[in-house]
């Protein structure tokens, strides 16, 4: 219809229809949010132009064709220099498989998930496209395992260690009895204080990771491996944590500052981290004063 409409179009009106049109087509995901929980799309959505897939803007769950992986808590295990893979347990027959944020392998084609190079301690939506329909399926699962909150933290406050959290429950912020924290002691060499019991980072004596005179923004990045003494058998895990220095809470951009509180509410509320992108390495940011 628009084809035919527009050849009817004198010359120059058919030229600005275009442009804008060409315009349009190259907004930035980024400037149009996906929307929050509530809104929909029951169709499986097309490649974006990052060669991703969008998550979908509705939320369906339950569905008969829905892959089923037997817990919606998933533990990674010990596996003799193999990978621990989850399959689903029943057959919802031949299609495509996604998931969201990004962290998660998985097969697109079986649903297979290879637990040990995925991201543990986050929540994922694993989405499933049946042949012959537009529907996308919503199934929810967690990949157990530790996680730190992305937050600022003020030293003057009285703000000075950093909990992490189990199995994306953003309450459960006890390490059980027998887990073990920086196990190679990367973090140690950078000067970054992890209790190896509980995995709490003290920050005021991370200051030093920084340098005797560090300076608004500057990063430090370690990889922490563990063992926690839960359903994974004491499987070992790593996670990445960025640590970021300010003077003053105040000298944070606002943007930044908006991004953190985002990814705050959705682990507060038992949500994903986010929606597409990437959720890891969660940012700790100290600060001095407010």
């Known amino acids: 219809m628009k084809k035919k409409f527009c050849s009817g179009l004198p010359a120059l009106l058919f030229l600005i229809v275009l442009s804008f049109a060409c315009r349009k087509s190259n907004i930035p995901d980024s400037v149009n949010p996906p929307p929050p929980n509530g809104g929909d799309s029951t169709h499986s959505n097309p490649t974006g132009t990052d060669g991703k897939v969008p998550y979908p803007v509705i939320r369906i769950t339950g569905c008969p064709n829905g892959p089923d992986y037997g817990d919606t808590l998933i533990y990674p295990q010990p596996a003799n220099g193999q990978d621990y893979i989850v399959s689903p347990v029943n057959n919802p027959g031949a299609g495509k498989y996604y998931s969201w944020p990004e962290g998660m392998v998985i097969d697109s084609i079986s649903g297979a998930i290879n637990v040990t190079r ?11 496209v049946k042949n012959g329909t537009t529907d996308t399926c919503l199934t929810r699962v967690t990949l157990a395992g530790a996680s730190y909150m992305d937050s600022v933290y003020v030293l003057a406050n009285n703000e000075t260690k950093a909990y ?8 459960q912020t006890t390490a059980p009895n027998g887990s073990h924290f920086d196990i ?5 060499g950078q000067k970054i204080s992890v209790n190896n019991g509980t995995g709490i980072i003290d920050l005021k004596n991370t200051l030093s990771a920084f340098g005797a005179l560090p300076v608004n923004g500057q990063t430090v990045e370690t990889t922490m491996y563990y063992t926690l003494n839960d359903g994974s058998n004491n499987a070992l895990q790593q996670i990445t944590v960025q640590l970021m220095y300010y003077y003053q809470k105040s000298q944070i951009s606002s943007g930044l500052l908006n991004s953190i509180l985002l990814k705050r509410l959705n682990i507060l509320n038992e949500d994903l981290i986010l929606k597409s992108g990437k959720v890891r390495p969660p940012l700790i940011i100290i600060t001095r004063f407010n």
């Open 184 to 188: 190679t002691k990367a973090a140690y």
């Open 118 to 128: 995925s991201e543990t301690g986050v929540k994922f939506d694993i989405g499933f």
């Open 164 to 171: 992490p959290y189990f199995n994306a429950k953003p309450l």
